[in-house]
Every structure is written in structure tokens, then in C-alpha cells.
């Protein structure tokens, strides 16, 4: 079955501390996988994806095939990043996104 | 460059009624999703158009669930007859290619309550 787990369905960190938001996956072929994110009030958008392997925001996820991981990852917690965060996966040769339950990261001052 | 545009962004509509939702994709996007969170659970796959094409209707959870996206532009949601089980928030996003390589640029959703 193709899944996206993601166990956190909030994160409380303060300002400053390292985050890392997990994610878990079941998909038998080669994935693709993004996160996206959904800041209050706004529209759920791109944070990035595995193949393009860039850091944005600070956040960097890698692809772990051997655990079945892509956990979202940044050094220093901003006040600004606290948001919803998906992560989802695109099985191959579809057009669609499956997604994870969501983690809600919460960053205090 | 105007973004996904979801009307309406609220409807609250009585069981057996009928509901219609819109969405305007970003201009030469032929790669139009639906997407729904239903309370308290994942944001969930619907279906795909390929310009007026439908290129996967997997999502879609029963013969109440209407899509169409005539002349491959806009595209309509219809419920009919809506049920309680329905209410949530419907996401359409958009793509200029496949969003394996493309950015899925995603509506503001249109928050369905059926009571």
C-alpha cells in the first residue's frame, strides 16, 4: 500500500533549537517526495522536494530508502516557520500527491 | 500572475442538497487537481484533468462526485445529493506539467459544512 506517516501531530520548539519534522513512507517503487507547507491564512505551497535537493528556508529533508524516510530537517528554529507541514508522496507515473496527517510545528519565542 | 482561484471559499448546505465548486486555474496550466481534508484526517487525492481529459479518477468516493473541466479551462465540483460524511475543505491545484516535475500550485479551498 502507498503511504505517507508522519507521527507528530505537533512539534513545540523555542526559537533557536534545531527541528525536525518526520516523515515515514510505503511505496514498493522509487518515490517521489516533496513537503509542503501551510502558513496560518495562507495556501498550502511547496516547501521542497527530494530530487531538486536544495535547502529552502533553512529546511533540508533527505531520502533515506533504506528506513523509508524524507524527515524535514533545520538547524535553528525560526519564530516564522511555525506552520502546518505535509509530506507527500508522488507514485510513479500518476499525477497525483499522497499525503501525510500533517505535523503542526509550533515555534515559541 | 493571478494564482488557483477556488469559488466559493465557504458553503454550508442541508443533506440531499445540491453543491457546485469552481476553480480557475493559473492560465496554461493543462494539470488541474482535486484534492479533500475531510475533519481530522489527510488531505486526500480526488482526481486529475489533463486539459479536459480526466487522467485519473481514483479519488473520487462515489457516484455523487460530478467533475468536469470543459474546454480544459476552469473546472466544477458538483455534489449531489451532499451527505454529512462530505463536509470538508476541497483543494484544486494546478500545474503547467506532471507535478513530478512541475510545481503544484495549490487554491485557497473551499470549506464545505453539510448539516
Known amino acids: 500500500a502507498q503511504r505517507v506517516t508522519q507521527p507528530e501531530k505537533l512539534l513545540s520548539v523555542f526559537k533557536g533549537a534545531p527541528v525536525e519534522l518526520k516523515c515515514n513512507y510505503s511505496?514498493?517503487?522509487?518515490?517521489?517526495l516533496f513537503w509542503y507547507v501551510q502558513y496560518s491564512r495562507q495556501r498550502l505551497q511547496l516547501l521542497l522536494r527530494?530530487?531538486s535537493r536544495e535547502s529552502i528556508k533553512g529546511f533540508t529533508a533527505d531520502l533515506n530508502k533504506g528506513e523509508t524516510s524524507f524527515h524535514l530537517k533545520k538547524p535553528f528554529a525560526q519564530e516564522e516557520d511555525s506552520a502546518m507541514y505535509y509530506c507527500?508522496?508522488?507514485?510513479?507515473?500518476?499525477?497525483?500527491?499522497?499525503f501525510g496527517q500533517g505535523t503542526t510545528l509550533q515555534v515559541k519565542p | 500572475e493571478a494564482g488557483v482561484t477556488q469559488f466559493p471559499s465557504h458553503s454550508v448546505i442541508e443533506k440531499g442538497q445540491t453543491v457546485t465548486l469552481r476553480c480557475d486555474p493559473i492560465?496554461?496550466?493543462?494539470?488541474l487537481y482535486w484534492y479533500r481534508r475531510v475533519m481530522g484526517k489527510e488531505i486526500k487525492f480526488l482526481l486529475h484533468?489533463?486539459?479536459?481529459?480526466?487522467?485519473?479518477e481514483s479519488g473520487m468516493p462515489n457516484n455523487r462526485f460530478l467533475a468536469e473541466r470543459t474546454g480544459g479551462t476552469y473546472s466544477t465540483l458538483k455534489v449531489q445529493p451532499a451527505e454529512l460524511e462530505d463536509s470538508g475543505v476541497y483543494f484544486c491545484?494546478?500545474?503547467?506539467?506532471?507535478?513530478?516535475?512541475?510545481?503544484?500550485?495549490f487554491g485557497q479551498g473551499t470549506r464545505l459544512t453539510v448539516v
Open positions: 507527500a508522496l508522488s507514485p510513479g507515473n500518476t499525477g497525483k500527491l499522497i
Open positions: 492560465s496554461g496550466h493543462d494539470n
Open positions: 484533468f489533463v486539459k479536459e481529459s480526466k487522467q485519473d
Open positions: 491545484a494546478s500545474s503547467l506539467r506532471d507535478i513530478r516535475t512541475a510545481e503544484a500550485f
Open positions: 527530494h530530487i
Open positions: 511505496y514498493s517503487g522509487s518515490p517521489e
